[in-house]
Structure formats: C-alpha cells, structure tokens
C-alpha cells in the first residue's frame, strides 16, 4: 500500500518524533500549516492503512508509526525498479548514475557498498 504525498510528509514527521500527539505534529509542519482536520483526517486514513497506530489517553490520541522508514521505502524504490526499469536493478543503477549530479566520491561511496554487499552475498 502507498502513501499520498502530503501522507508521506506526515508519515516523516512521525518516524523522527517516534511518537507524538497531534498537536505536536501540526507544530512540526512548516508554514502555512494545514488545518486540525485536515492533519486528523490523514491520521485516520494512514491508520486505515496500517501505517499508524495510536494510543488513547482520554480524548487524546498518541500517534505512532507501525511500519519502518526503511521498510516503507525499500517498498517504494523496488515497485519504481519494477515499474520504469523493467524489474531491472542494473538498469536502475545505470539510469541513477549517469542521470544524477554525483561527485567522484559518491560514486566512489557507492561502488564500497556495492562492493561490500557482493562480499556478504558470496559468503
């Protein structure tokens, strides 16, 4: 299941705060900040989804996220891999190397962990 881009905002402000009532996530959002409903709108809809959990202290909800960054992600770059580059991870890393701006070193960054994953995959 996929996240709407204004989710995915809230859904990033959850995983760096781990926990938080909605009044705190409304003041993390950068101005002009959206209204109560609309943030208490996404909330229920993401928990629909089964991407928050919440916590009840009286009329309080403590919000939390119940799938992990890496997770949500990893999920999302393999559906694009799947999706625009044939299920083809070398046509992925082709297509992001030579259409981004890296520097020598980032390239260099990479080719270590690529390096370093061929080594775990071998043992």
């Known amino acids: 299941m996929q ?16 926990k938080a ?3 705190d996530l ?8 959206p ?9 229920k809809r993401m928990a629909d989804k089964g991407f928050v959990g919440y916590k009840e202290y ?20 393999n559906g694009m891999i799947k999706s625009f580059f044939n299920n083809s991870a070398a046509q992925f890393a082709s297509f992001f190397t030579k259409e981004t701006d890296l520097s020598a070193s980032e390239l260099e960054e990479l080719l270590k962990i690529i390096d370093k994953e061929i080594q775990k995959k071998k043992q």
């Open 21 to 23: 009532f909605m009044k």
């Open 35 to 43: 209204a109560t409903t609309t943030v208490a709108t996404l909330l």
């Open 26 to 33: 409304l003041d993390l959002f950068p101005e002009p900040k």
């Open 58 to 77: 009286g009329k309080s909800r403590e919000y939390f996220p119940l799938v992990e960054k890496s997770s949500y992600f990893s999920k999302q770059v």
């Open 3 to 18: 996240l709407t881009k204004t989710e995915e905002q809230l859904m990033e402000l959850l995983w760096k705060q781990e």
